[in-house]
């Protein structure tokens, strides 16, 4: 039930905020405006209203405060690299190696900022637990700020990030995460229509903060194994990427074309 709760009502608040956002935008819209894969202009306010809307759902029914650092720090993060970036590095890759050469990219910062917020949602989350050690909560801020990574990475085409949040976030519903994950898919759900329509993206802001949200909810629900597990796959995905196109792979594979094209415009 209190994942239902928190799902109905961080989709309700982040589909408002985002209304609120387009009527009123912080700074003018050339500021949020970006072009995407296929040339249109799309803005990245639906980044802040998923933030929005999932923080406040999960501080209203009782998540705890773990979840909320994970999503507002995470999508703080993102919005530096999504205002305040440039593109002269690219993937984690690219951002590790201008810091080995001494450039201090927004990328490399946020994947700072990522691990130190990950950790302290993971620790916040464990405290209190005698069954949770510190090697425990350390995976956990891995596994946090790998969440955060990995749904900026299929933030590609119009509804593919946000379908993945409703997909993993389902699976993460448990007893000790049920307001977490009815958050995390319960702003993507309220978001998917102008993103699914080429109208707007999540953006660093908004796919660092479900990642990490979807993260914390696993690590509310996970033990050292589990953890182990998420971050393994994780990690893997991580290094793939680095070589292989997701883009290139999910076109090629056709049910996951299928649903990834679902109910574009």
């Known amino acids: 039930m209190r994942a239902l709760v928190s799902a109905a009502l ?11 956002l387009r009527e009123d935008v912080p700074g003018g819209p050339a500021r949020w405006d970006r072009t ?15 933030a929005a809307g999932a923080a406040t759902a999960v501080a209203l029914t009782g998540g705890g405060v ?7 720090g995470s999508a703080a993060f993102g919005a530096l690299d999504d205002l305040g970036g440039d593109s002269s590095s690219k993937g984690l890759k690219g951002h590790l190696g201008a810091l080995a050469r001494g450039q201090v990219t927004t990328g490399a910062l946020k994947i700072l900022g990522l691990g130190v917020s990950g950790l302290v949602a993971a620790a916040l989350a464990d405290r209190g637990r005698d ?56 702003a993507a759900a309220g978001l998917i229509r102008p993103d699914l329509a080429g109208e707007a993206m999540l953006g660093d802001t908004g796919a660092n903060a479900a990642g990490a949200l979807l993260g914390t909810a696993l690590v509310q629900r996970s033990g050292r194994r589990g953890r182990l597990v998420a971050l393994a796959a994780l990690v893997g995905l991580t290094l793939a990427s680095e070589k292989v196109s997701f883009t290139r792979v999910i076109e090629s594979t056709p049910g996951l074309r299928a649903v990834d094209a679902w109910g574009r415009g």
């Open 131 to 186: 069954d949770r050690s510190t090697l425990d909560t350390i995976v956990g801020g891995a596994v946090v700020a790998g969440g955060a990574n990995l749904l900026n990475l299929l933030d590609l085409r119009p509804g593919r990030a946000l379908k993945a949040t409703i997909a993993l976030g389902t699976a993460c519903v448990a007893p000790g995460s049920a307001a977490s994950a009815g958050a995390a898919v319960g």
């Open 10 to 20: 961080a989709g309700g608040l982040a589909a408002a905020a985002y209304r609120w």
């Open 66 to 72: 773990a979840p909320v650092v994970a999503t507002v």
């Open 36 to 50: 995407n894969h296929a040339g249109r202009t799309v803005t990245l306010l639906e980044g802040p209203a998923y």
